[in-house]
Every structure is written in structure tokens, then in C-alpha cells.
């Protein structure tokens, strides 16, 4: 028997949720900036759970336990040994969140009554962001909740809080199905079971109205997968007339699935969408493709966290000129940056996890039912919802990388911790380890430590940086400047502020009234962009602006290594071939110029090559000896 939950796991609820919904109205801190605030509330909760260390707790299943430390273990250790730090802080503060709210729920928050609360406050917002969508679907109106949120405008498609509406499916599907599942299953009074129902059909509507067609997919999965373990429990139950209850549960299914398909054939920009994908499939398969070609350039380890960034910049089409950070496919992702110990460490660590809840889910629907007498009960409705609610990733992993943003991450750290601990008592031996269980829970502090450190030095440099990027973006260079020297005064290790600061330099060189006041900030400049490249030395603009800087200041000779680099680490765009033919053009390397300006056409970049050759042809004819 153990005891029931004190004020503590309320107060550890309460922040929980406070950190979930401040990352939700964040745009799901998709930015690093807009993820470190719940980093410092979660390192909080993490480090306050000493003070339940000695309580006695429903045991965690071992496997679940093993499976997550051999995972994360590799996660983190491989992070560490990436080759661009920054680059890795998105994955690192991610994951190290991602494993506090695991272990909260696993460790802490097993009691039922608390885990249902938090799905009532998931619901909450997920009743918000369903009529934030439905205003953004039918009006057109996309706003930020806070001014300084970058604003998106995807047309007749709902993107809440999120700003991207393929992350916001990925939170209406597992708020959808776990909120419906409580409101089928759970024992919560009929108003309220009624309330949430409602309110999760508004959420699986809202997976229609994003046009995420990743999220379409994965949700009539996960719902196949709810409708199947409710059929099952059904079958075992004592419900009278069950099976005027099962034929109905099989009409509604059919009426929905006629009513969502009405809806997308009715209207056009939904229509259009589908259309696209059967007949072109997207870009998704040239950024696969990408994946594929880094997974090959070492299979084993891969290429580390964060790394996807220039390695896709190094393989993709010719006529894609946009960066993709991340490969729209969280499987391929995986396997390019942490290799096939890592995909292993998934599989390992997602199987043990599944097995788990079906076991849980067989136990309840048969021993524990025989000995309860009835079947609805707040844990089965949980385990059902929890399982529903994976399933719908499987696919949409496949699609999309949902796992990247840091909100709906901290959501599926919620159904990881419901199915490694269903919130009972189990009589299976993998639970009975109490000991290991109890010196388990020393890791939630220490990951709370670990998080605190790494995360909130970070917030002055990451404010610091975004105001120097929207400075130079105005062409307010010296306010730019001012902003990269602030950041770079509190952290050092953020290449992304020398970039800045090289690039308002650069800015206040051209504006200058002549060669001589122009010198000094592009000495800065190149000064700047040297230390930036210190710290991320594959980067494109970073290159790109030390090369600029050094054609400016005539030091052809020197820069030409630099553009000779961006060219060899991206071989295929065609704009790369066009910088480093007008390099070539101002040292007066002419045959070299042209022949980087034919292939920049060849390539696909037409009208800047044409001009390029033709300013080429003109100078060729004024400097030629005239008879």
C-alpha cells in the first residue's frame, strides 16, 4: 500500500504545467530563446524533488528504466562530442527537459487524480489553441500572442500558439486522443467526461484545419489504435449492452471519417494540399535524401547533434536555395546525426515502453477487472490514451520532426512516463525493485543541476543576438553592433553574435564616406568573423562574410581560401558559384570568373550569372588594347 500524494506533488504539478504552458504560448520554443524560461522552471521542479527522495513510491517497470538510461546515455554522451557546440543546445536543453518530465511523471506524479488534473490543464489549451486555429483557418488573421513572436502567415491553415501548423497537430493529436480516452474510460463526473470529449473532438478537428497532412495521417492511426484497445477492453468488460455500445462506437468512426473527408474535399486550400503531396510528394523527399547521404558519411556513431544544418546545405538540389535545419523525418534525422547505435538506443528504448503498456493495458482489462468488478477506471483511460497518443508519432515522426520542438517533446515525455509507470501497483517482478526505484530518483536532481547550468547562461547572449539580427535587418548597424558586443560581453560561445557583429561592421564600412574611414570596421569585421569561425567553422556566413570582408580590403589572395571552402562544402548551389565567381571578378581572375559564372547558370541561377557575365564582357572590352 502506498501513501497518498502530499502538497509537494501538487506543488511539482503546478510548476509543470506553469513551464508547459509558457513554452506553448512561446511559439512551442521552436527559437532557443523561447524555450529557456520552462528550462529554468523544470530545472526547478527537478532540484525541489529532493525534498520527496524518501517517500515511498509506486515503483517504476525496470526495463522502462534500463531501456531510457542506455538511450539517453548515448543521446547525451554523443551530444557532447558533437563537432559545433552551439549547435548542440537545442538538442542537449531539449532532451535534458524532455528526461525531467519523464522522471516527474514516472518518479513523482503517479497518482492518477494528478495525472488527470494535467490532463484537464492540457485541454485547456488545447480548447484555446483550437479557436486561436479555427479564427486563423476561416478568417485568415495569423497574430502572435506577444509582439516580440516572429509572425507566420500560412493562409487558410490554423497554427494556434505554435506559428507552424504542422507542430500544432502535433499537439491536437495527443491532447485529442488522450483527453478522449479520459472522457470514454476515465471516472470523472458526466458534465466533465462530456466537457472533454467536446473538447478533444474539437482538438482532432483541429488536426484537419493545420493541413498537416503528416498530422492527418498519424491521428486516423492513432485513433484506429484507440477505437481497437477500446474494442478489446469492451470485449472483456461487464458493461451491459456492450455491444450496442461497440456498434455504435464502429458508427461514429465511420461518421467521422465521412465527415473529415467532407471537410477536406470541400475546401480548396485542403484539397490542394493533398493533391500536391499524391502528385509531387514535396520537397520532404530531396530533404530524406539529404538524411540519407549524411547517414552514409558515418553510419556507425553518425554525424552528431545539430549537424544536419550544413550537411544538408552540402547534398541538397541544385534549385533548393533554403536551409532546412531539420529533415522533416524525426527516423532519418536520427539516424544521420546519432547513427545506428542511436536508431538501436531508440528501439530499444520505444519497445520496452510499448511493451509495458500493452502488458499494463492486458493486466487491467483481465485480473485487475475480475477482481473490481467494473472496467472503467482513470488508469485504463489513461494507458489507452497514453498508447493512442504514441502511436499517432510513429507515423507523423515520419513526416514531420515534431520530436525538435521542445513542446510537444515535453508532451511525449508525459505518455513515456504514464507507460513506464502505470500508476498502480503491478504484480509483475520487473516492479518490485524498490531500492534501485528509490536511488533512481537521485537522477531528477542532478539533470535539473545539469539543465540549470547549461541553459541559463545562455539567456542574456540568445536576447542579445536576436536584437542584433533585427537590427542588422533594419540596417541599423550601429545599434547591431552595440547589440552583438552587449551579448558577446555576458557569453562568448555564441558564434551567431560575432556573425552579427561582423555584419554590422561590414554594414557601417559601406556606408562609410571613404577607403580609409571604411578600413577600420572591416578590420573589425574580419576580426569578428575570424572568432565566429573558431567557434562554428562550417558555417556559410561566417565564410562568406570573412571572404566579403577581405575583398573589400583588397586581400584577394587570403580570401580566396575562404570561398574556395563554401564552394567545396557546397558543390551544388548554384548562388554559392555565383559569390565566388563576383569574387573572382573583382581580383580580375576573368577566364576563372566566367567559367563560375556559366556554371552558376548551368545550375539554375540564371539572371544574377547573366548579369555577372555581361558586367564581365564590358570591363573585358574597356580593357583590351585598342589598334
Same mark, same amino acid.
Given at each position: 500500500?502506498?501513501?497518498?500524494?502530499?502538497?509537494?506533488?501538487?506543488?511539482?504539478?503546478?510548476?509543470?504545467?506553469?513551464?508547459? $504552458?509558457?513554452?506553448?504560448?512561446?511559439?512551442?520554443?521552436?527559437?532557443?530563446? *523561447?524555450?529557456?524560461?520552462?528550462?529554468?522552471?523544470?530545472?526547478? =521542479?527537478?532540484?525541489?524533488?529532493?525534498?520527496?527522495?524518501?517517500?515511498?513510491?509506486?515503483?517504476?517497470?525496470?526495463?522502462?528504466?534500463?531501456?531510457?538510461?542506455? *538511450?539517453?546515455?548515448?543521446?547525451?554522451?554523443?551530444?557532447?562530442? &558533437? !563537432?559545433?557546440? #552551439?549547435?548542440?543546445?537545442?538538442?542537449?536543453?531539449? =532532451?535534458?527537459?524532455?528526461?525531467?518530465? #519523464?522522471?516527474?511523471?514516472?518518479?513523482?506524479?503517479?497518482?492518477?487524480?494528478?495525472?488527470?488534473?494535467?490532463?484537464?490543464?492540457?485541454?485547456?489549451?488545447?480548447?484555446?489553441?483550437?479557436?486561436?486555429?479555427?479564427?486563423?483557418?476561416?478568417?485568415?488573421?495569423?497574430?502572435?500572442?506577444?509582439?516580440?513572436?516572429?509572425?507566420?502567415?500560412?493562409?487558410?491553415?490554423?497554427?494556434?500558439?505554435?506559428?507552424?501548423?504542422?507542430?500544432?497537430?502535433?499537439?491536437?493529436?495527443?491532447?485529442?486522443?488522450?483527453?478522449?480516452?479520459?472522457?470514454?474510460?476515465?471516472?470523472?463526473?458526466?458534465?466533465?467526461?462530456?466537457?472533454?470529449?467536446?473538447?478533444?473532438?474539437?482538438?482532432?478537428?483541429?488536426?484537419?484545419? +493545420?493541413?498537416?497532412?503528416?498530422?492527418?495521417?498519424?491521428?486516423?492511426?492513432?485513433?484506429? =489504435?484507440?477505437?481497437?484497445?477500446?474494442?478489446?477492453?469492451?470485449?472483456?468488460?461487464?458493461?451491459?449492452?456492450?455491444?450496442?455500445?461497440?456498434? &455504435?462506437?464502429?458508427?461514429?468512426?465511420?461518421?467521422?471519417?465521412?465527415?473529415?473527408?467532407?471537410?477536406?474535399?470541400?475546401?480548396?486550400?485542403?484539397?490542394?494540399?493533398?493533391?500536391?503531396?499524391?502528385?509531387?510528394?514535396?520537397?520532404?523527399?530531396?530533404?530524406?535524401?539529404?538524411?540519407?547521404?549524411?547517414?552514409?558519411?558515418?553510419? +556507425?556513431?553518425?554525424?552528431?547533434?545539430? +549537424?544536419?544544418?550544413?550537411?544538408?546545405?552540402?547534398?541538397?538540389?541544385?534549385?533548393?536555395?533554403?536551409?532546412?535545419?531539420?529533415?522533416?523525418?524525426?527516423?532519418?534525422?536520427?539516424?544521420?546525426?546519432?547513427?545506428?547505435?542511436?536508431?538501436?538506443?531508440?528501439?530499444?528504448?520505444?519497445?520496452?515502453?510499448?511493451?509495458?503498456?500493452?502488458?499494463?493495458?492486458?493486466?487491467?482489462? $483481465?485480473?485487475?477487472?475480475?477482481?473490481?468488478?467494473?472496467?472503467?477506471?482513470? $488508469?485504463?483511460?489513461?494507458?489507452?490514451?497514453?498508447?493512442?497518443?504514441?502511436? $499517432?508519432?510513429?507515423?507523423?515522426?515520419?513526416?514531420?520532426?515534431?520530436?525538435?520542438?521542445?513542446?510537444?517533446?515535453?508532451?511525449?515525455?508525459?505518455?513515456?512516463?504514464?507507460?513506464?509507470?502505470? /500508476? =498502480?501497483?503491478?504484480?509483475?517482478?520487473?516492479?518490485?525493485?524498490?531500492?534501485?526505484?528509490?536511488? &533512481?530518483?537521485?537522477?531528477? !536532481?542532478?539533470?535539473?543541476?545539469?539543465?540549470?547550468?547549461?541553459?541559463?547562461?545562455?539567456?542574456?547572449?540568445?536576447?542579445?543576438?536576436?536584437?542584433?539580427?533585427?537590427?542588422?535587418?533594419?540596417?541599423?548597424?550601429?545599434?547591431?553592433?552595440?547589440?552583438?558586443?552587449?551579448?558577446?560581453?555576458?557569453?562568448?560561445?555564441? !558564434? #551567431?553574435? #560575432?556573425?552579427?557583429?561582423?555584419?554590422?561592421?561590414?554594414?557601417?564600412?559601406?556606408?562609410?564616406?571613404?577607403?580609409?574611414?571604411?578600413?577600420?570596421?572591416?578590420?573589425?569585421?574580419?576580426?569578428?568573423?575570424?572568432?565566429?569561425?573558431?567557434?562554428? !567553422?562550417?558555417?556559410?556566413?561566417?565564410?562568406?562574410?570573412? /571572404?566579403? &570582408?577581405?575583398?573589400?580590403?583588397?586581400?584577394?589572395?587570403?580570401?580566396?581560401?575562404?570561398?574556395?571552402?563554401?564552394?567545396?562544402?557546397?558543390?551544388?548551389?548554384?548562388?554559392?558559384?555565383?559569390?565566388?565567381?563576383?569574387?573572382?571578378?573583382?581580383?580580375?581572375?576573368?577566364?576563372?570568373?566566367? @567559367?563560375?559564372?556559366?556554371?552558376?547558370?548551368?545550375?539554375?541561377?540564371?539572371? @544574377?550569372?547573366?548579369?555577372?557575365?555581361?558586367?564581365?564582357?564590358?570591363?573585358?572590352?574597356?580593357?583590351?588594347?585598342?589598334?
Amino acid at each position: 500500500m502506498y501513501p497518498p500524494p502530499n502538497a509537494l506533488n501538487y506543488l511539482y504539478l503546478g510548476l509543470l504545467f506553469i513551464a508547459l $504552458t509558457v513554452i506553448e504560448f512561446l511559439a512551442g520554443g521552436a527559437s532557443l530563446l *523561447f524555450s529557456l524560461p520552462s528550462w529554468g522552471i523544470l530545472a526547478l =521542479v527537478a532540484v525541489l524533488s529532493l525534498a520527496s527522495f524518501r517517500r515511498d513510491r509506486i515503483p517504476v517497470n525496470l526495463f522502462c528504466l534500463l531501456g531510457s538510461v542506455v *538511450f539517453f546515455a548515448y543521446i547525451l554522451g554523443r551530444i557532447r562530442a &558533437s !563537432p559545433v557546440e #552551439y549547435l548542440t543546445r537545442h538538442d542537449l536543453f531539449s =532532451v535534458l527537459g524532455a528526461l525531467i518530465v #519523464y522522471c516527474l511523471m514516472a518518479f513523482y506524479l503517479t497518482d492518477p487524480k494528478q495525472r488527470l488534473l494535467l490532463v484537464l490543464g492540457l485541454l485547456m489549451l488545447g480548447a484555446v489553441n483550437a479557436g486561436l486555429g479555427a479564427i486563423q483557418y476561416f478568417r485568415h488573421q495569423h497574430f502572435t500572442l506577444f509582439s516580440f513572436l516572429p509572425a507566420s502567415d500560412y493562409g487558410a491553415r490554423a497554427s494556434g500558439f505554435y506559428g507552424c501548423p504542422d507542430h500544432l497537430a502535433g499537439f491536437f493529436e495527443v491532447v485529442g486522443l488522450i483527453g478522449l480516452s479520459v472522457a470514454c474510460w476515465g471516472r470523472w463526473s458526466h458534465w466533465l467526461k462530456v466537457s472533454a470529449g467536446y473538447v478533444s473532438l474539437m482538438c482532432l478537428t483541429g488536426v484537419v484545419l +493545420t493541413g498537416s497532412r503528416g498530422g492527418c495521417l498519424s491521428a486516423a492511426f492513432g485513433f484506429l =489504435v484507440f477505437i481497437t484497445l477500446s474494442l478489446l477492453a469492451l470485449r472483456k468488460g461487464v458493461i451491459a449492452h456492450k455491444w450496442v455500445l461497440i456498434v &455504435s462506437i464502429i458508427i461514429a468512426l465511420g461518421v467521422t471519417g465521412v465527415g473529415m473527408s467532407y471537410l477536406v474535399s470541400s475546401q480548396a486550400g485542403l484539397r490542394l494540399r493533398w493533391v500536391d503531396f499524391l502528385q509531387k510528394g514535396g520537397n520532404r523527399l530531396e530533404m530524406w535524401e539529404a538524411a540519407v547521404k549524411q547517414f552514409k558519411t558515418s553510419p +556507425t556513431v553518425g554525424t552528431g547533434s545539430g +549537424t544536419y544544418l550544413f550537411y544538408e546545405r552540402q547534398f541538397r538540389n541544385p534549385f533548393d536555395s533554403a536551409d532546412a535545419i531539420y529533415a522533416h523525418n524525426d527516423y532519418l534525422h536520427l539516424l544521420a546525426e546519432y547513427g545506428i547505435v542511436g536508431a538501436i538506443g531508440c528501439l530499444l528504448f520505444l519497445g520496452v515502453h510499448v511493451g509495458n503498456g500493452l502488458k499494463s493495458f492486458h493486466w487491467f482489462i $483481465t485480473e485487475r477487472l475480475q477482481a473490481a468488478g467494473r472496467i472503467r477506471s482513470d $488508469t485504463l483511460a489513461l494507458n489507452i490514451g497514453a498508447l493512442s497518443a504514441l502511436s $499517432t508519432y510513429l507515423i507523423h515522426s515520419a513526416f514531420d520532426f515534431n520530436l525538435h520542438i521542445p513542446a510537444n517533446a515535453l508532451l511525449l515525455a508525459i505518455v513515456f512516463g504514464i507507460l513506464a509507470n502505470p /500508476g =498502480v501497483g503491478m504484480p509483475f517482478k520487473s516492479d518490485h525493485y524498490a531500492r534501485i526505484n528509490r536511488y &533512481s530518483r537521485l537522477v531528477l !536532481p542532478a539533470l535539473g543541476v545539469w539543465l540549470a547550468l547549461v541553459s541559463l547562461p545562455t539567456v542574456q547572449g540568445e536576447y542579445f543576438a536576436r536584437k542584433a539580427r533585427a537590427a542588422n535587418t533594419d540596417e541599423d548597424f550601429s545599434t547591431g553592433a552595440k547589440a552583438a558586443l552587449d551579448g558577446i560581453s555576458h557569453e562568448k560561445g555564441n !558564434p #551567431y553574435l #560575432y556573425l552579427y557583429l561582423g555584419e554590422a561592421l561590414f554594414g557601417l564600412a559601406e556606408s562609410a564616406s571613404g577607403p580609409s574611414d571604411a578600413e577600420m570596421p572591416l578590420k573589425g569585421a574580419v576580426h569578428s568573423y575570424r572568432k565566429g569561425l573558431a567557434l562554428f !567553422p562550417q558555417d556559410r556566413y561566417l565564410i562568406l562574410g570573412m /571572404g566579403w &570582408s577581405l575583398d573589400a580590403l583588397k586581400e584577394f589572395e587570403e580570401s580566396e581560401s575562404y570561398f574556395k571552402q563554401v564552394v567545396a562544402a557546397e558543390p551544388n548551389s548554384p548562388q554559392i558559384h555565383a559569390y565566388y565567381a563576383l569574387h573572382l571578378h573583382s581580383a580580375s581572375k576573368w577566364d576563372e570568373a566566367e @567559367a563560375e559564372y556559366n556554371k552558376s547558370m548551368t545550375l539554375g541561377w540564371n539572371w @544574377a550569372a547573366k548579369l555577372g557575365l555581361e558586367r564581365l564582357a564590358k570591363e573585358r572590352t574597356a580593357a583590351a588594347p585598342h589598334p
